[in-house]
């Protein structure tokens, strides 16, 4: 068993299925969240820019 964390730091076991589902589901979310910090800071030097 893995363990995840829960709000207030919290472990809760959970099975290796599991625990690689939610890995995964994190990892895959990676790209997407640095893909919108790169428009943001893109948009926000444009703004500067002027």
Do not use: T
């Not at 207030?8 to 895959?28: F, N």
């Amino acid at each position: 068993m893995y363990g995840r964390f829960l709000g207030g730091g919290e472990l809760r076991a959970v099975s290796p299925d599991i625990g690689m589902e939610i890995l995964m589901a994190r990892r895959q979310a990676e790209p997407a969240a640095q893909r919108m910090r790169i428009e943001a800071s893109r948009a926000a030097a444009e703004l500067i820019a002027g």
